[in-house]
Structures are given as structure tokens and as C-alpha cells.
């Protein structure tokens, strides 16, 4: 079962310290953790009565934030390999239609242990299959039951009243009236002893601005952390609309919002962005596919408000590892193109591994409301750590030599050893240990698998009886889309 500890001293390890202008050192000390907090970081240390986790050979990181993550979808995996941002929305979004509670129970479950496998410690989960409060309850209670740190986005979804065959209708009602109740009422409630914090996810600005204003009152008035929106400037399915301007002119933005995507954004929207300081989520595996434009995640305009997230684990790799990765290494290829292009070389990279680390722990945990509990290895922080065995055939040497680049660019999720969340571990000996639920005690990782396939099976029997390219018409229709922004390729 999950080892929950009173006290907990991580011995003999070697550290990543975030200093001064967030500046990662390496360094060989002793980390004492008390009531899921960091107590004290040092050399040395002894504490009677702690439970010492020999560290030697192993490498504690911060653990990983993303901010921008689908997690429902475990049972869409799969689909999307192919897939550009039209294709996804029926096969993925709108497929929220064949999920039951507890469908959803399951994926969120699924999904969150696949984050927690690799390193991330802390989700920003858009969670828009939300077709009732049951369904919302079922999401809320996988996160509870899987352990991770989670703001749970309470969000709105394109909702279909009917799908066959033959054809498909988009309900007419997109708010109903138990959603801002059912949210309200969560958000007013403690989960997880705070490990578990409400927020809000929010596509529906077509409703206008007197809907809009009355929803963005009423979810701050309850509480809610946060605040997210999908958003890409000048995309021929997002509309000629900024949601930046929206926000601005209907006085919704604030701090406490968080773009996910924001590619290609202008240089006025970006001045409306940081007057009102919000912050974005780049998911570069994602961005990249379906055409979004390149991730802004090192846009010198955001540098002090970007962080990274998955998007969608349907679609890909549901680890942080790969979105540092990819989001570096494309950022590099497109800035060192314009050289190249002049028979020239840059002398040195631009862009670095400790930048590309950095947005997967603390300017992620500062993204989402969570720089002054995670992020960083600190006193006074949660004690969430990712902590890699050093020794692997990827890591040897590379960690001696580098530790942050070994993680960037050598690391992969079997080199992670072990996962602590709020001084909880979760995974140990590099496997995920099980989860306490609330119906059926604990379950291991096989138990979930088994409920997993069944589901997966279910919801792909009832899809292949859904008609999706008459649910491609349909969005076209509702979006307004023109259909010639859309060459086919050849």
C-alpha cells in the first residue's frame, strides 16, 4: 500500500537545489521530511525515529508540474497517432459522450498513475468530460484515491444529446443548471487535506458577455485556484476571435488564469496577457501534431509565466520527461534554422537544459498558484519528489557529469525509482505501489488494468457505432469553420 510516513529522511542522495534567478545546483545532502512537509535540508542529518530511504546513487528532483493535462482519456489511447486538431475533436472530446461515471472514474485513475509513474507530482487537470455531477464526482474521486497533487478544472464540455449512425445533435443547454451548483458546492469542501484543490476550465465564451461575467463571479466567489482556457491565435478552429481580448474587454482576466496553448499570440495580445498577469501551459507533443504553431514556452515574453504540460496522454507519452524534450530540441531546431539557412552555425545553443527543466518544476508549480508549496526542493515546501537511479545504462555517467541534462535528455520513466507526493510514497523499487480505494481497498496496478480493458472494450464497441464524419460536418457547422483552410495533403 501507498507508504505514508510521519517522518521520512532521504539519506545519502544527491539533490537539485533551485537558487538566486532560479539557478539549479546539485548537491550531495540529507533531506528531513516531517507531516508530508520539508523539514529541514542539510548534511548529516540524524533524526530519531524517521524512516531513512537510502538515496545513495539516486538523484532527487523536484517533482514534476503539469499544467495542462486531459486525464479522463486513458481509454482513447491510441487513437490520435495520426491526428491533426479537427480529427481529434469527434474521435477524443466529443467520444466524452460514450463514458459513463464510472468509464471516467477509471480513465481518470488510469491517467493519473500514468503521471505519477513518471515523476509528475502535480496536475492541472482540464477535466471536460463532465456530462454530470456524477460523472464530475467519479473524476474528483480517482484523483482523491490516486494520491497526486491536482487542481481539478471543473469544466465545461461541448455536451451531444444524440449520436448514431446517421447523425448527431450538440445539446442545446451547454450550461446546465447543475453545473455551477455542483461545482460551487466541491469547491466550497476540503479534498485530500488540500492536496486536492478545485478549479475551473472554461471554452464557452460564446455565450456572451453577460454569461460569461456571471459564471467568472460565481467561481471565484467560490473559490475556485484556478482558471483555464484552450486558446491558439489565428487558427482556423479557434476563429478569428482572441480569447486574450475577450477576457480583457469583458474585465474576466486576471492572475488567476492559465492558457493552455496560446500559440502564435501577437504582440498586443501578449501586452494584454502580462498586464493582467496570467500564465500559460505550452504542450509541445501536442502543439506540434495538430497544428497549433510552435510552442511559446520560450517566447521571451513569457519567460517569467510559461510552463509545460501533456494535453492529451490519448495521444501520447504521458510523462513530463518527453514534453522538456521535444519542446527543447524543437525550439533549438527552429532557432538554429535561421542560421543554417545562411551557410552559418551558431557558436553555442540558445536555449538549455536547465531552462527546459525549470518549466517542468518551478515555473510550472508558479503557473498554477503553487510556487509557495512545490516546485522546488525548499524548507517549508511538500515534500513531493521524483528521485532516479543513477546507475541505469542511460543514466551512468550522464548524471555524474550533468545531472539536469541527464534528466532532459538521457532519462526515461524506467529510470525513475521512486515517486513521494505530499511525504506519501508512491512508487518504489520502480513500481507504482497500489492505491487505497474507497469501494474496493487497495488496488494494484493490475487490478485497475483488468477494470481498464473492460471499459476500453465497452466504449469501443458503442464507437464504432458513431458516425464521425457526420460529427466532423457538425462541428464545422457549429464553429463556423471554412472548410478551404483545410487542404487535404497530398
Known amino acids: 500500500m501507498p507508504n505514508s510516513i510521519n517522518s521520512m529522511l532521504l539519506k545519502g542522495g544527491i539533490a537539485l537545489i533551485h537558487g538566486e534567478n532560479d539557478i539549479v545546483t546539485a548537491q550531495k ?89 513518471a ?45 448514431d449512425q446517421n447523425s448527431i445533435s450538440i445539446d442545446q443547454t451547454p450550461l446546465p443548471d447543475w453545473f455551477l451548483t455542483h461545482l460551487v ?112 514556452c520560450y517566447d521571451p515574453r513569457f519567460e517569467d509565466c510559461a510552463s509545460l504540460g501533456v494535453d492529451c496522454h490519448s495521444s501520447g507519452s504521458g510523462d513530463m520527461i518527453t514534453q522538456m524534450r521535444v519542446g527543447l530540441q524543437a525550439e533549438r531546431g527552429v532557432f538554429n534554422q535561421k542560421y543554417v539557412e545562411q551557410g552559418k552555425n551558431p557558436s553555442t545553443c540558445k536555449h538549455t537544459v536547465e531552462n527546459a527543466f525549470n518549466l517542468a518544476t518551478i515555473k510550472g508549480a508558479r503557473a498554477c498558484k503553487l510556487g509557495d508549496k512545490v516546485g522546488s526542493i525548499a524548507v517549508g515546501k511538500s515534500a513531493d519528489f521524483v528521485i532516479f537511479d543513477t546507475e541505469t545504462p542511460a543514466m551512468i555517467c550522464a548524471a555524474k557529469k550533468d545531472p539536469i541534462a541527464a534528466i532532459v535528455l538521457h532519462s526515461s520513466i524506467r529510470d525513475i525509482d521512486a515517486v513521494i507526493v505530499d511525504g506519501v510514497v508512491r512508487k518504489a523499487g520502480g513500481k507504482l505501489l497500489p492505491v487505497e480505494t474507497k469501494e474496493k481497498g487497495l488496488w494494484d496496478w493490475k487490478d485497475i488494468v483488468a477494470h481498464l480493458e473492460e471499459s476500453y472494450e465497452n466504449i469501443e464497441g458503442k464507437a464504432k457505432r458513431l458516425n464521425y464524419e457526420e460529427a466532423t460536418r457538425t462541428i464545422g457547422a457549429a464553429f463556423h469553420l471554412n472548410w478551404d483552410n483545410f487542404p487535404k495533403v497530398k
Open 29 to 117: 545532502i540529507d533531506i528531513l521530511v516531517s507531516e508530508g512537509k520539508i523539514e529541514r535540508i542539510g548534511e548529516s542529518i540524524e533524526a530519531e525515529g524517521a524512516e531513512v530511504i537510502d538515496c545513495t546513487g539516486k538523484l532527487i528532483s523536484p517533482g514534476f508540474v503539469d499544467t495542462h493535462h486531459h486525464c479522463w482519456q486513458t481509454q482513447l489511447k491510441g487513437r490520435h497517432a495520426n491526428h491533426m486538431l479537427l480529427e481529434y475533436i469527434p474521435t477524443g472530446n466529443l467520444t466524452a459522450f460514450l463514458f459513463g461515471p464510472n468509464d471516467v472514474y477509471l480513465g481518470e485513475l488510469g491517467g493519473l498513475m500514468e503521471l505519477i509513474d
Open 185 to 296: 458546492k466541491l469547491a466550497s469542501q476540503k479534498h485530500a487535506e488540500g492536496r486536492v484543490e478545485i478549479g475551473f476550465g472554461w471554452d464557452h465564451f460564446f455565450l456572451g458577455e453577460e454569461t460569461n461575467k456571471m459564471v467568472f463571479k460565481t467561481v471565484r466567489d467560490a473559490g475556485v485556484k484556478l482558471i483555464t482556457t484552450h486558446w491558439v491565435n489565428e487558427s482556423p478552429i479557434f476563429g478569428p476571435r482572441s480569447t486574450i481580448t475577450t477576457m480583457d474587454q469583458q474585465k474576466l482576466a486576471g492572475p488567476d488564469v492559465l492558457v493552455s496553448h496560446g500559440n502564435q499570440m501577437n504582440d498586443e495580445d501578449a501586452t494584454i496577457f502580462k498586464k493582467h498577469g496570467m500564465s500559460v501551459s505550452s504542450t509541445p507533443m501536442t502543439e506540434l501534431q495538430m497544428g497549433h504553431g510552435l510552442p511559446i
Open 119 to 163: 515523476g509528475v507530482t502535480t496536475v492541472v487537470d482540464h477535466c471536460h468530460a463532465i456530462y454530470s455531477p456524477e460523472h464530475a464526482d467519479a473524476a474528483l474521486k480517482a484523483t482523491v484515491e490516486s494520491g497526486i497533487r491536482s487542481v481539478f478544472c471543473y469544466s465545461s464540455a461541448f455536451l451531444i444529446s444524440e449520436w
